[in-house]
């Protein structure tokens, strides 16, 4: 059990006023085991995690970002790593993680202390316009948080005329997630797609000396981590 916070601040664009701190409970049990005389260790842990008045920043009018309080969320999720020496040349490792990372509460403009009322359906088109309308709903995924990570490796050592070689192949699969929080931004940007990558390598070392060959990205996958605009819907 953990709790922590970040202090409020100002906005470089005194348009937008000054944001509120942030506050998080984190909630975590793990383990770390070990089977079949040490050959499998496998370790993991289960977390949830409250976050309250959390501050979120955007790229506001003239490219400024901006910081404002979105409200309540939440994450909760497990994340797992496991690693299999087969024999004492050729191992297995690999790791993963499952996270919900919500909104569990609506998020909207100047949503913070001093902006208590947030509805729970407006888009901005009420007329005339509510003074802070919604921006993101309630369950709105939080950006940059995939739901699904796992990779995979597999390494192999040997002996080469003295030399200690190796060969090794991963594996990465990130799922699909959301540049941005704000309803309008994801609908402007898109969603970021799920990719797969594979990496392989060969080396050897032999006292001082070391060579290394690798391919990064064999299938040429066009993973994306980020998107953005330059000014978002509030410019």
Known sequence: YSTGFRPGGVNRNGNFGPYGADFLTNYEVGWKTSWFGNSVRWNGAIFDEDWRNFQFSFLGPNSLTIVQNAGQANAKGVESDVTWRVTPQFTLTGSGAYTEAKLTSPYCKFNDASHAVCPEADSGQTNPPLPNPLKAPKGAQLPITPKVKVNATARYTFDLMGWNAH??????YQDR?????????VAALGVMPSYTTVDLSAGAEKGTLSLELFVKNLLDSNGQVTRYSPCGGDC
């Open 177 to 185: 997630s959301f540049p941005a929080l704000k309803t309008s931004d």
């Open 167 to 172: 060969a090794q192949g991963a594996v990465i």
